[in-house]
């Protein structure tokens, strides 16, 4: 499978909210709440078509989309102001997530919270651009 970085580094490619499946997205929206507190999600607007798109985006509100637009840039990685105060709260990796929540199954963390790993995804790209 193809790896897909959204804007802040979220692997999209590994994300429930792209699924066509009611199902697949449910459990998505539950997992989110449960591990997250997010309230805002339904199965309806959790729908995704990721945010290198046009399409449908189930975070509406995020920070980081417009400001990588606007500066012209694929992702956070590619910024000389990485890590700013928009991506801090949402940059991740799966020990923070650990350390963070505790013990999540692995069936849990694979389908609600895998795809938030941006941290490891961003390191590559500016160890690449040797900006770090």
């Known amino acids: 499978m193809k790896v897909i970085l ?3 580094g979220y692997r ?3 994300c429930a909210a792209r699924s066509k499946d009611p199902e697949v997205r449910q459990k998505l ?4 709440r449960k591990y997250l507190g997010h309230q805002m999600y339904t199965l ?3 729908q995704c ?3 290198m798109s046009e399409g449908k985006l189930a975070d509406k509100s995020c ?3 417009p400001c990588v637009v606007d500066k012209g840039i694929e992702n956070c990685a590619y910024c000389d102001e990485y890590i700013c105060d928009k991506l ?3 940059i991740c990796s799966r020990e923070k997530f650990l350390a963070r929540l505790g013990d999540i199954p692995e069936e849990d963390y694979n389908l609600c919270l895998r795809q938030f790993e941006s941290e490891p995804e961003l390191r ?3 160890k690449t651009l040797k900006k770090e």
């Open 6 to 8: 959204g804007r802040c």
């Open 12 to 14: 999209c490619d590994l």
């Open 29 to 32: 929206v539950d997992g989110w």
């Open 44 to 46: 309806e607007n959790v």
């Open 49 to 51: 078509d990721g945010c």
């Open 63 to 65: 920070p980081v989309r």
């Open 88 to 90: 801090k709260d949402l």
């Open 124 to 126: 590559k790209i500016r």
